[in-house]
């Protein structure tokens, strides 16, 4: 007999028996190993998958795990992050041993942009945290979690983040813009005018960095200043109707009421739902130059598009009272006074005082010949309401106002400078 042909017949026997052993999952995660081997990543997701599908628990964990440590490896090459991230994640769960076969810290610093791409800001922040803890470090990893840190409002973990990038990579134009806008965020103007004043050095184009930059100069009283960003901020993106509004509010603020008034009229022209507050706003400078009526109706449109809108109706019960029509005046001031119930724009106080003020000055007068007596009962009464520091700008809180009213010019500008 041939011992040769007999022990090549046995091998091949043996073989066969190996293979037939094992079970169809089995065989479709060797076939994955092989494909990924080959670096045929589409056919080895589709192994693993079809391994994981006919026997889920692959006898054992630890199996598993490797199914789903190889699909990883196979969508990381795919640039497919987000399944990368996932799929090494539960062969994690399952053997906390495995091994991966691609930069792990990598593929989660890329889930935690793809994540901010679509909104899911928390998830972000994870995912950039374990990033940069498994090792990827790196400029980028740390202005990616400051820039989402700032969306959800962590304005002194941006700062940290933001500093570490630039220790890092001192020429960051992306880091001086986050720094700069959590600077804002916190109110601490000079450190944030400073910061983007720098993005700006660095990156002329950069977006956001002159409106950024305006609205700190705004805060800061430098309304000229703050003009000349918020130009450039709207020629940089005129279809921006914040940068419009915001620059006709610095307009308005340096008693430049024309000019405030063709910026909002500008907003609402771009889109009348976005720029719901430019009505208002309008109103209000309609208001300083004596345009009453025109203010009457950009406040009727504001109502009917937003009939919850509370300063709305303080503004137009206060325009009533202006144009000597009190009963229309107090039933403004009575719906803003139901509507705005916690005080948001911090007018609760000034709409009672002008609600008595005008009762007490049409039942104690009964004409414009307003008695001493009279005269000192409303003094006492909207003093009782002054408030020096709640009503802001930023909140909406603008004010109508002539020269003919008991101090009502000298107050409001008092409070508008807060």
Known sequence: MNYCRLGAIASVFVTL??????????????????????????????????????????????????????????????????????????????????????????????YGLDCMENGRNEDALQALGAAIEGGYAEPEAYLARARVSNLLGLYSMAIGDASS????????????????????????????????????????????????????????????????????????????????????RCYYLNTDYYDAIEQFSRAVGLDKDEAAVAFNDRAVSLGRVGQFNEAVSDLGILTGLYPAFPLAY?????????????????????????????????????????????IWYNVCCGSRAMSADAVERCHRLLNNYRDKGSVSYEAGALYFGTENDLFFDKWHCRLISH
Do not use: H
């Open 165 to 248: 990038c630039l220790d890092r990579d001192p020429q960051s134009a992306g880091a001086y813009l986050e720094r700069g806008y959590a600077y804002l965020a916190t109110g601490e103007y000079g450190k944030a005018t400073k910061d983007l004043s720098q993005a700006i050095a660095l990156d002329s184009t950069l977006k956001g960095a002159y409106y950024y930059r305006g609205l700190a100069f705004k805060q800061m009283g430098e309304f000229r200043q703050a003009i000349d960003d918020l130009k450039l901020a709207s020629e940089a993106d005129p279809s921006s109707v914040a940068a419009l509004i915001e620059l006709g």
């Open 17 to 110: 028996v190996l293979v037939a052993c094992l079970s169809p999952a089995q065989q479709r995660m060797q076939e994955g190993d092989i494909q990924l081997g080959r670096q045929e990543w589409d056919d080895a997701v589709v192994s693993y998958s079809l391994a994981m599908q006919l026997d889920p628990g692959l006898k054992l964990e630890k199996k598993i795990a490797a199914a789903y440590a190889g699909k990883a490896s196979a969508s990381f090459e795919q640039r497919d992050y987000p399944s990368a991230v996932y799929n090494f994640d539960k062969a994690l769960s399952l053997d906390p041993q495995v091994k991966a076969g691609f930069d792990v810290a990598y593929a989660r610093y890329r």
């Open 314 to 358: 303080y503004n137009l019960g206060v325009l009533y009272m202006k144009m000597n029509q009190p009963p229309a005046g107090i039933d403004n001031l009575d719906i803003y006074l139901c509507l705005d119930l916690t005080d948001r724009f911090g007018c609760r106080g000034l709409a009672s005082g002008w609600r008595q003020y005008n």
